[in-house]
């Protein structure tokens, strides 16, 4: 009964391609999120997104973008595909509505590698 | 949003008590106090939170002095499993969590 999983696990790409990382809950939470690790291990959000507000980290490039087709799902896609987009890749989630615990699921990441 | 500080790493030997220790100094007053625990190859895992004094579960004990400016992980007992790397961070509802640099934990045989 995995609670979040993504998939692929991993995903080896050039430069300039397109890619999609896929991201299911089967927990019922109503936020879901992406996070991106890089190699020394600095875990960043890049969004959260519930059915109310998607919140986009400043610092993200346009060239991501997160897509929902429903609550128990956000994929990740990923254009231009560039050599410092290479990290580690993890979905998450969280039921946000009636307070505390604040807790995020989080996925098995996606190891991205970008040649 | 709350910076947290906190040391680089921990070294401990099996069976004894580990006490990681984070500094929040602008901790939000709506913020929780949450850690989280990530082994390689794997997502991080919700370990613990509280707002105020004593939270115990059945993995750790979290204590949080009365300013709230900085709070205490005890992991009691600890074993070779728990070698991992241990986050400290605010938490008040979505897209409140930062992460930063994290306690790499090493447990010794």
């Known amino acids: 009964d995995t609670a979040v999983s993504q998939t692929p696990k991993y995903l080896v790409t050039q430069m300039g391609n397109d890619k999609s990382i896929k991201c299911e809950q089967n927990?019922?939470?109503?936020?879901m999120y992406w996070y991106k690790q890089d190699s020394k291990k600095f875990l960043k959000i890049m969004f959260s997104?519930?059915?109310?507000?998607?919140?986009i980290n400043e610092t993200v490039p346009n060239r991501f973008s997160p897509k929902s087709p429903d609550k128990a799902h956000l994929n990740l896609h990923i254009n231009s595909l560039e050599l410092g987009d290479s990290a580690v890749y993890f979905c998450a989630s969280s039921q946000d509505e009636g307070g505390p615990p604040y807790e995020q699921y989080f996925g098995p990441g996606t190891r991205l590698t970008v040649t | 949003l709350a910076k947290t500080t906190q040391p680089i790493s921990m070294d401990s030997y099996e069976g004894q008590e580990v006490n990681i220790t984070c500094s929040h100094n602008n901790i939000a007053t709506n913020d929780y106090i949450t850690w989280y625990q990530q082994f390689p190859s794997q997502g991080p895992r919700f370990i613990i939170q509280?707002?105020?004094t004593k939270v115990t579960n059945e993995v750790a004990s979290l204590f949080i002095p009365a300013d709230r400016k900085s709070s205490t992980l005890s992991l009691p007992r600890v074993s070779l499993s728990d070698t991992a790397v241990y986050y400290c961070?605010?938490?008040?509802?979505?897209?409140?969590?930062?992460f930063g640099a994290g306690t790499r934990l090493a447990v010794h045989p």
């Open positions: 509280g707002y105020k």
């Open positions: 961070l605010g938490a008040g509802g979505y897209n409140k969590l930062i």
């Open positions: 997104y519930n059915n109310k507000e998607l919140i």
């Open positions: 927990l019922g939470h109503d936020t």
